[in-house]
């Protein structure tokens, strides 16, 4: 059954019909036409689709769309901007954390999370923010090490 | 094309609005964080007509101290019973529980409620559509057979949760609602060893609320054993409370999940009350597990392999737990 649903996304407000059944990485795609949010496995397994609502780290892929209405949902659309990188963004791109690059807005989405609770993150509490994001090209060295730059940029 | 079946999704705001969608709408499911519905509803498992959010109930997103004992709503999530003060302060070993369930990007959503009743798993079951119609389906899911155990005539699919341990060795109530009122049952009256029906709820019944006796000097931990550390249901998971009156034990209880269809809260503990917990009562502890467990071929690592996983993580931790300093 269609809803109406008004949410912020990215600081902006929009509303639109929605369907009950729709996924918010379906609204993010193919509504908002957001397609940084990736869709990666059939559910919940990876982290590609990540976003942050209300500023928690979230699966968009396990997320109806119809229950964000009045929420903050982010993307990595609304991080930084081009030609003008976020610190995370920086930090991945000067410190190898990306490679093919298709898990990391979900990377960084989930290290945004964590570096806005906890700006000085020691390497354990990494690993385990970033614990439900998979990468099959890094090893999780780089994106580790990145994510350590971008909180050293930060102090 | 949608990822999802078509349903209609309807927010409840009281148990009377919940017991009126199930009675009106003969396939309808519950919905609280949806973590594992819908996965399961993307794997093609259900294709109910009509799903009811009930975290909206009142009551679901309390935790607080009540007479009876240390009250926590079913729609709390599980980030926040990782992180909650009063949790950590009294029930510590929920804590760590709920801190082993998949990443933090699950126990933002999920919830405790949804952990407890959580659908029971298998490698028959937790599957794509084409390839359990390839196999003809199971005993769980549109099919007859119970690719487990095809001689037997139930379904051996695994509980998974790894809150319920932790809350049944602190001997925890659940508080149900349905038509019929509302009412208070010992946690572990709560499951049953079918993997396709392992929750004894009342057709029109909810789970509302947990309640937790405060118990001074009790000691708790939880281990589980899993494939993808990071984040996985666990091959077996432990939980163990236990009281230390000087050199002896005064009060142990075990209980596990991940080897049955229900939780299992081991029983025979009692013999081993005011003894010290030595290398025999360690080894004791040990067989009463193996014993217990009826780990089947639900998951990819061998059914022997669990069991005797659960018994090392058992007694591991039983000794941890009694040479820890003991609580205030």
């Keep these: 059954m269609p809803m109406i649903l008004s949410l912020t996304l990215n600081g902006r407000p929009r509303t639109d019909l929605v369907s009950d059944n729709l996924l918010l990485v379906e609204y993010l795609r193919d509504v908002a036409g957001l397609t940084g949010t990736k869709r990666g496995c059939d559910g919940g397994e990876c982290g590609a689709c990540t976003v942050l609502i209300d500023g928690a780290p979230q699966h968009a892929c396990l997320t109806l769309a119809s229950r964000c209405g009045g929420r903050h949902v982010e993307t990595i659309e609304g991080i930084g901007s081009p030609g003008r990188l976020s610190r995370l963004q920086r930090a991945f791109h000067e410190k190898l954390g990306a490679q093919c690059g298709f898990c990391t807005p979900g990377m960084i989405m989930a290290a945004e999370a964590l570096l806005r609770r906890n700006p000085d993150p020691n390497e354990a509490e990494i690993r385990e923010a970033l614990s439900g994001n998979l990468c099959r090209c890094t090893g999780y060295v780089k994106i580790i090490e990145s994510v350590q730059a971008a909180a050293g940029d930060a102090t | ?328």
């Design chain 2, 1 to 328: 094309m949608s990822l999802l079946p078509s349903f209609e999704l309807i927010r409840a705001a009281s148990l009377a609005e919940v017991v009126a969608a199930r009675r009106s709408h003969a396939d309808c499911r519950l919905l609280a964080g949806g973590t594992d519905l819908i996965a399961n509803l993307r794997h093609g498992l259900g294709s109910p007509a009509t799903l009811v959010d009930i975290t909206g109930l009142p009551g679901m997103q309390e935790i607080a101290i009540e007479p009876a004992g240390l009250r926590i709503g079913a729609g709390v999530a599980l980030s926040r019973l990782v992180d909650d003060p009063l949790i950590r302060r009294q029930a510590p070993v929920l804590a760590e529980a709920a801190a082993a369930v998949a990443g933090p990007t699950h126990r933002a959503s999920a919830t405790l409620g949804g952990n407890l009743c959580l659908d029971t798993r298998c490698v028959f079951y937790n599957q794509s559509e084409w390839w359990r119609h390839s196999n003809d389906f199971c005993l769980k899911h549109r099919g007859t057979v119970c690719h487990v155990a095809p001689t037997g005539n139930r379904c051996h699919a695994a509980y998974s949760g790894d809150t319920a341990p932790a809350l049944l060795v602190l001997g925890a109530q659940a508080e149900l609602g349905g038509g019929g009122g509302k009412r208070w049952i010992a946690l572990d009256e709560l499951f049953r060893e079918d993997g396709a029906a392992h929750l004894a709820l009342g057709a029109d019944e909810v789970l509302l609320s947990v309640r937790l006796p405060i118990a001074a000097g009790l000691t708790a931990g939880y281990e589980k054993a899993r494939l993808r550390r990071a984040i996985d249901f666990p091959l077996a998971g432990v939980a163990v409370s236990l009281r230390r009156d000087g050199d002896a034990l005064a009060e142990l209880r075990i209980a596990l999940t991940g080897t049955n269809s229900r939780p299992l809260l081991v029983s025979g503990c009692e013999t081993l009350i005011g003894h010290p917990l030595d290398a025999d009562a360690l080894q004791q502890i040990g067989k009463l597990v193996q014993k217990q467990v009826a780990p089947m071929r639900t998951t990819i690592a061998p059914a022997h392999y669990r069991r005797r996983v659960a018994a090392a993580l058992a007694s591991r931790l039983a000794a941890r737990l009694f040479s820890a300093p003991t609580p205030a």
